[in-house]
Every structure is written in C-alpha cells, then in structure tokens.
C-alpha cells in the first residue's frame, strides 16, 4: 500500500494546453485592460522595425549612391592647402599638372587609369534659358568609364576632339531638363543633341547626352507616375507636381545623382584653350586667388583634380603610396595634393548606420522595457485582486509550480500578442513615415529585424511576469481563502 | 491502520513573540467510510485542525499519517500533489472560480493532475450527475442559488475521487432548508463508502453524524459517539485507539 500510495507524491504538472487556456480567458475577459497593456509593447515592437526598416532604407540608398559616382575602386586627387612645415614654399609649389598626369601613367602599374579634371563653373544658357553649374569639366574621354557615365543619346568626343580643342560637349539630363524642360514637364523627351549651348557665353555643340540617372527608389517612383498618367491624362498636372522631379535634396543619397546628372563633359584641351583664365576660379587649391593665369615650373596648365583607378582595391594603400611617391618627386617634395577614396565615404556611411541603428534600437529598447513595466504593473494588480483564485486553484492540488507557470504563461501571451499587433502596426507605421518623411529611400523592412523585434518581446514578456508569478506562486493557501 | 492517524500533533504561531498554541498535543485517528463532526467555537483550533488534515498546512510537531502517507515534513509540492488526489474540500463560501462554468469549475483538479480532455469532460459530467446539477453543466456559478453551487462545489470535490472529504461549515452559507438537502447529500455520499468530515461550529449539525469530536483550546475536549457502533460502518471499533476523556 505505502508504495503504491508513494507514487502520488510524484505530481504531475498541469497540461500546457488548459494553462494556456486559461491565460487567454483571463486576457479575454479583461479585454481593454490587455489592449493598454499590449500597448508598450505593440509600440515597441512597431519602432523597433520601423527603425531598422528606416535604416535599411538608408542604407540601400547611401550605397546605391557610392556605386553611381565610381566605386571604391577609385582615387580622387585634390589640390590642398600645404603643410605647415612647408607653408613658406607656397610660391614653389605647382599645383596638379599635366605632367602627374604622364608620370602616374607611365611610373604607377597599380593605377590602370588616370583621368585629369579641369573643373569650369559655368553658367550655361540655351532655349532662351540659364543654369548655373560647378560640374562643368574639361576631361579625358576616359572619364567616361571612370566616372561610370553612359552615352545614351549621340557620342561622347573622342581624342581628335580633345586634341583640335572642338567646342563640342556632352551635357546630362538635369542640364536639358533645367534648359530644355524634362520629360515629365514638356510630355516627351527631349534630346538637345546637335543643339547650340552657351557656357559662359561660348559657344558648344551637344554632340551626346547621358542617360539619366537616379536610384532604384526614385525610378520606381517615376514609371508609377508614367503609367498612372498614362492611364488617367487628364490628372497628370496635379500627379506630377511642379517640383517633384527636381532638387537634390529630395533624397539623402539623390544629391549625388543629381550631381551626376548635372555633368557636363567638354574636352580637356578645348576647357585649356576657351577657360583658361577661369581655371583659377574652379576654387580649388591653396593659391585659386593669387594666380589667375597658370603658371608653373613646367608650364602645364593646373588641373583642378585627378582620378585614378586602382588596379585592385586590397592593394589601395601601396598603390596610394606609389602615387605618392612620384608626385612627390615631381611637385619637388611639397605636399600640395591630398588623395579623397571612397573608402571615406564608404566608412563615414557605415558609421552613419551604426550610429542610427544603435540610437534607433536604444529608443526601441526603452520603449520595450516601459512595456514589460507595464504587463509586470498590470500582473501584479492581477494577482492582487486574484488572490482568493489562486488559493482555491491550490486546494484543488495545484502545485506552486503550476500557479508560476500559469501567471508567466499570461504576462508571456499578452506580450506575444502585443508582438504579433506591433508587426501588424510596423507595416503601417512604416507607410506612415515613408509618406511624410523627405528621405525618399523606402523603408525596407526585413524579417530579420521582425523576427528579432518579436524575439525582444517574448523575453520582455517572460521578464515581467517572472516577480508577479513568483510572488502568486508564493501565497499560502489558507490565507488566499481566507483573502476577501 | 486508520485512514487518518494523527499523533501528537501541535501548531504554533508565533505572533509577536508571544506562542499561541493553536493545537496542543492532539492525537486522533479516522477510519475509513467514517462520517465524522469536528465541532467547536470558534477560534478553537478547529480550522487548524482542519487545514492540518487537509494538507493545507503541516504541524509544528508530531505525525500526520494519510493513507499512509507522512505528511507532516512533505514539500509544499507533495502537499499539492495530495491535496490534489487524496482530499476533497467543499467551504462555506463554496469557492468556485467566477469566471469559468460549472463543468470547468468541476474539470479544474483533473486539469492539474493532468487527465486528458475527453476523459476530463466525461469525469466531470458523472461528478455533476452525482449531484444532480448536470443540466447547470454550461451556467455560471452567478447564475446558481447558493445551495447549487455547494453541490457544484461537492462535485469538485469528489471528481478525482479522493479517499476523504472535508467539508467547512458547509451549510453556513445557506437557509435551513438547503442546509438540510445538502446535508443529507453528505449522508448518502457517506452511505456510498465516503469517508466525511464536516467542521463546524453548529452543534444540530454535528448532531447528524454518528462521531463527533469537540475542540477547544486547541485540545479534544470530548469524543462523543451517539450511535451505535452498527451504525457507523465499523467505525466504532477503531475508534478506541485514542482514549476517551
């Protein structure tokens, strides 16, 4: 008998399934106090991915704009105000020369590729029109590839262009669209190719004009419009807003589009020859103000830059270094020049992430954490005002461990159910912040971040209902009868 | 060997550091299929007792044996897990739980001895079949006269089928007439084998059952066996093995 009668001493737990049950009821039957309760949570949750899909956004869009200006292959060489050891050989120093140009090529196997750049500000006019540029440069045709630009329309001039020195240029669509008007504006593209343009006054053909550029963001955007205006004309003025297509400041990595579309290539020789004077005004360089003529120990004439290619980007400090040493031997050892990589730009981008990401998710965080307070404050009120069902459950038999579970089980359901809402409500918290929000990078949002966000409130959820279940577990049974 | 041997058995608390005796030395045994009254005023002990047998509480010295079973240095788990089997409680506020029906209310013990749904359900429907509240299976405890819901609550409590139920003033919560119903659900349940035991402070109460015990101070003042011994379902004869005063 005493054996037989031993076994019992061996519980056996109350079955998950009625316990969670149970739990629902109890959230059921307090519906209103469950749903503030959930709100902590649900509106963590919801920042939480928004966030990351926010920064995500950000973060597509800065690297699609990394990728449009030329990669992280590639080397910009910039005049720089001299070292202040050498500030007394300012006389001497010559500047960024055709002559680096020749020695990088010839002396430097790490570079496949030099493109000098004569920058001219220009204020261009045509159509009865004007528009201001800094990107107006005389250049190499290799800056074609360099600066990853593509023909669309035409032909970019070539080496007989650059050594007659033709007034021939290759314009970008935000030139046409700012002289001639854009395709959204005017109805149909236009392409300015043969037209006559006035760059400080001189006369250019247009012999070619880029594609047009623009992130993925943006150009979806763009064939939405089309095809909403194609298939209701009559709305077109009002979809396509006066200023919709234009200004860099709509997107946070658009600038650099717009940069690129606002290029306008003209060759090196012929920017020598027509804008030589104004060479000095590019703004560039220690000595832009002091000389307005260019002269030098060689007699080149001053670039306003170069850009060099790297053979192979793991290689980027030695081939850095062998720049270096030849322009040092030909610049007689001033430190004139500085080198800009992408790599900067690279690393000032992902910084930028880690920073949002860090700051994002800390306020997620916080907001999380208030939400656990939350259901703990409410399971504490609940078990307070259950005390005499708790004693009833335990003269029924169930252990201390079974009223634990029990309490944890609901603190954890109102949680997951303040998860599952939150992801609901991240969907349109992020369509809430796409729409009013001047970044244009679309939001993207991952089910890692989702996964992750619902993870954080499960375990906030078993967080605060640790203490109420361990406290209701605790009740001495006689007492929680007793408990009016 | 009794259902039920208590030995010796003493509770103290301690309040204040003044000792408050709530049971001195009592020793008493139950047999089983015994229908028994534990009468008292109150403050007598009389609960404790209770709360000592029913597992609800362990003394601060001497045995509790129940069914064999030592209970007096069990963990609060054990205690649950023979609270849960062993013992069935009906109280005088009948203590079912507001928010489920009368059939979940019922199903709730099964549910922590971990019986599974469908067996639950039928168990729970033969306990209220028992009690003749298998038509109220689907109503709230609300939507019960009081007297319904303690034959909910009796159905509760025998649904594991437990070797002994205790009853606290089961009828204190009830007019004369229910009381009575009630009470002689408890006499047929007892004519089934059921071993009862009713606390109470109401001596007409104690009258109906054929063994009555009185405390006071926290001592057994009196054993009182009215009936004969044929009547008490051989009870009688065990019941020598603590003197009587």
């Known amino acids: ?484 | 060997m009794a259902l039920v041997e208590l030995r010796n058995v003493s509770k103290i608390y301690r309040l204040g550091g003044e000792e408050i005796r709530a049971l001195d030395n009592v020793s008493l045994d139950i047999e089983d299929g015994e229908l028994i009254s534990i009468i008292g005023p109150s403050g007598s002990g009389k609960s404790t007792l209770m709360h000592i047998l029913g597992c609800l509480d362990t003394p601060t010295s001497g045995t509790v044996c129940l069914d064999g079973i030592m209970i007096q240095n069990a963990s609060q788990r054990e205690l649950a897990a023979i609270r849960n089997r062993k013992i069935g409680f009906v109280f005088q506020f009948f203590n079912l739980l507001p928010k489920l029906n009368v059939l979940q209310n019922v199903e709730l013990p099964m549910i922590y001895s971990g019986v599974p749904g469908g067996e639950r359900r039928k168990r729970a429907l033969a306990a209220l079949e028992a009690v003749d509240m298998v038509n109220r299976a689907r109503h709230r405890p609300s939507q019960l006269s009081g007297g319904q819901q303690q034959r909910v609550a009796i159905a509760r409590a025998l649904v594991n089928n437990p070797r002994i139920l205790f009853a606290d003033e089961p009828t204190g919560n009830l007019d004369s007439h229910t009381g009575e119903a009630i009470l002689s659900l408890f006499r047929k349940l007892n004519q089934d084998g059921r071993t009862i035991v009713l606390v109470t402070h109401d001596p007409e109460i104690a009258a109906v059952t054929p063994r009555r015990i009185e405390i006071r101070d926290g001592r057994i003042a009196s054993k009182i066996d009215l009936t004969l011994a044929g009547l008490a379902r051989g009870s009688a004869q065990a019941s020598p093995a603590s003197p009587p005063s």
């Not at chain 1, 007989?160 to 240029?169: K, P, T």
């Not at chain 1, 963001?217 to 095809?227: F, G, S, V, Y």
């Open chain 1, 1 to 484: 008998m005493s054996s037989q009668s031993k076994d019992i001493l061996i519980h056996s737990s109350a079955q998950f399934g009625p316990t969670l049950i149970a739990g629902l009821r109890e959230i059921w039957a307090h519906k209103f106090r469950s749903l503030l309760t959930m709100l902590g949570i649900i509106l963590g949750v919801s920042s939480l991915v928004a966030m990351s899909a926010l920064v995500k956004g950000m973060e597509k869009g800065a690297k699609e704009a990394l990728i449009a200006v030329g990669g992280l292959d590639k080397v910009r060489v910039e005049p720089q105000e001299l070292p202040v050891e050498q500030r007394h050989l300012q006389d001497q120093a010559v500047g960024i020369t055709m002559n680096d140009v020749t020695v990088i090529q010839n002396g430097a196997p790490l570079i496949t590729r030099v493109s000098p750049e004569m920058r001219v500000p220009v204020t261009a006019s045509a159509n009865g029109k004007t528009f201001r540029t800094f990107m107006c440069m005389g250049v190499w045709p290799v800056a074609l590839e360099m600066m990853e630009h593509e023909i669309e329309h035409g032909r970019m001039f070539n080496e007989i262009d650059d050594e007659m020195a033709r007034s021939v240029c290759v314009i970008g669509t935000a030139t046409r669209n700012e002289l001639w008007g854009s395709p959204e504006e005017v109805g149909k593209e236009i392409v300015p190719v043969g037209e006559t343009i006035y760059l400080n006054g001189v006369p250019f053909t247009i012999i070619g004009m880029f594609k047009h550029y623009e992130s993925e963001q943006d150009r979806k955007t763009r064939e939405l419009q089309a095809k909403q205006a194609i298939n209701s004309p009559t709305n077109q003025p009002a979809q396509t807003g006066p200023q919709r297509n234009r200004g860099y400041s709509r997107t946070s990595g658009g600038w650099a589009f717009w940069i690129k579309n606002a290029t306008i290539y003209m060759p090196l020789n012929t920017a020598y020859m027509k804008f030589r004077s104004g060479v000095s005004l590019t703004g560039f360089g220690p000595r832009s103000q002091s000389s307005s003529t260019p002269s030098g120990a060689t007699g080149d004439p001053r670039l306003s830059s170069l850009e060099l290619r790297i053979r192979d980007f793991d290689h980027l400090p030695e081939a850095l270094q062998q720049v270096r040493n030849l322009l040092m031997s030909t610049h007689k050892g001033i430190e004139d020049f500085t080198f800009r990589t992408q790599e900067e730009w690279a690393e000032a981008i992902n910084t930028f992430i880690h920073n949002a990401r860090l700051s994002g998710g800390l306020i997620a965080g916080i907001s999380l954490l208030v939400g656990g307070i939350g259901i703990m404050n409410i399971m504490l009120a609940s078990i307070s005002e259950r005390v005499r069902e708790i004693g009833i459950r335990k003269s029924v038999g169930a252990s201390n461990g079974d009223i634990f579970f029990q309490i944890l089980v609901e603190s954890t359901v109102i949680a997951m159910l303040g998860g599952f809402l939150g992801l609901g409500t991240s969907f349109a918290l992020v369509r809430l912040i796409s729409t009013i929000s001047p970044t244009g990078n679309a939001p993207i949002v991952t089910a890692t971040a989702m996964l992750i966000a619902f993870g954080f409130s499960v375990c906030v959820g078993i967080l605060a209902g640790l203490l109420p279940a361990f406290k209701a577990a605790r009740l001495n049974p006689i007492q929680a009868l007793r408990y009016e």
